[in-house]
């Protein structure tokens, strides 16, 4: 009786456990292209490139046609301070289609490391998501 007692309770520790099944938003990087398990996003780009003394930021946005409604774009160029980055200069546009791109130019940057910080606000509807995503890096 007490071995049957014993495989019962160790069946029912056995059952009782519960399997976890978590969502998880997995960042694919593609160099600068990120593609996004989101909602209403499709794709994401973060880009920084220089030419003579102009540094170009670049910051575009792909929602899911349909769905998405609006995308808001802040882009914030950064320079690296030892190890943490501080953002200079933060400009954006608002679209209501479900592209967006914003670039913008700096001339005569003082030397140092740089990125882009594009912050995206997608949203269908009153309903958004939030996706940040970063250039690589680029000295100047």
Do not use: H
């Not at 160099?31 to 209403?40: F, H, N, P, T, V």
């Not at 930021?57 to 320079?79: A, D, H, L, P």
């Not at 690296?80 to 501080?86: A, D, V, Y």
């Not at 490391?113 to 995503?133: C, D, F, L, P, W």
């Amino acid at each position: 009786m007490k071995k049957i007692v014993s495989l019962l309770a160790a069946a029912a520790m056995l059952f009782s456990c519960g399997v976890c099944a978590c969502a998880d938003d997995t960042d694919t990087n593609y160099g600068d292209q990120i593609s996004l398990q989101y909602s209403y996003t499709q794709k994401i780009y973060s880009g920084i490139s220089k030419s003579g003394n102009t540094v170009s930021c670049q910051s575009r946005v792909t929602g899911i046609s349909g769905i998405t409604t609006k995308i808001t774009i802040t882009q914030e160029i950064q320079k690296k301070s030892g190890t943490s980055w501080s953002s200079i200069n933060g400009r954006g546009t608002t679209v209501f289609t479900s592209y967006a791109n914003f670039s913008y130019s700096y001339s005569n940057l003082a030397s140092g490391t740089y990125r882009v910080k594009t912050i995206a606000k997608v949203y269908s509807g009153s309903n958004y998501e939030t996706i940040t995503a970063y250039s690589r890096t680029l000295s100047v």
